[in-house]
């Protein structure tokens, strides 16, 4: 009877995670003339877990993916704009969870458990937060090519500064 307790299943080791894709194509070099797939460490649509981001900055989220010449895992810091499809999810690979571990080592005072970080809320908090960033990146890069006219005019604050705006368009023509 003591051979059945031991040989009992033990349950896998899993935590949550957000979980994404590496875009399949993206604009590269001056004016994104060039196309390229994937980026220089992941194949194009290859599955990422998001296992931490840098919160102030809104532009870079610290993954972990199968590299596209090693197929290894391995621990990366890569621009927000190269994920897509994101969604919230259990992770049951060790290899993988083995790499969360070398990430949030645990705090012999504080933490004991590394899982304390990586919770269902905060997969689906990543989740609903790099779209956002995503867009606000993208807005930014916009609003970086237009002239100070353009803008004022596209968010005029007052009646005076947008007859300011066209009067300014009048005067130049």
């Not at 040989?7 to 979980?19: F, G, K």
């Not at 992941?42 to 296992?51: E, R």
């Not at 004991?112 to 867009?135: G, M, R």
Request: charged fraction near 25%; charge should be positive.
């Amino acid at each position: 009877m003591a051979d059945e307790n031991t040989d009992a299943e033990v349950a896998p080791e899993s935590c949550w995670t957000a979980v994404a894709n590496i875009i399949r194509e993206r604009p590269y070099g001056p004016g994104g003339e060039e196309i390229r797939f994937g980026t220089n460490h992941f194949a194009p649509g290859a599955k990422v877990y998001i296992i931490d981001w840098y919160g102030g900055m809104c532009q870079r989220i610290i993954v972990v993916g199968l590299h596209r010449k090693s197929r290894r895992y391995i621990t990366l810091t890569i621009d927000v704009r190269l994920v897509e499809n994101l969604r919230p999810k259990v992770c049951y690979d060790p290899t993988v969870i083995a790499k969360f571990k070398e990430h949030h080592p645990p705090k012999p005072r504080y933490n004991t458990d590394y899982t304390n970080y990586l919770t269902k809320e905060f997969a689906e908090t990543v989740c609903h937060s790099i779209p956002y960033w995503q867009l606000n990146y993208k807005s930014a890069a916009e609003t970086a090519e237009l002239s100070i006219d353009e803008i004022k005019f596209r968010h005029p604050r007052t009646f005076l500064s947008r007859l300011q705006v066209f009067l300014g368009f009048l005067l130049k023509n």
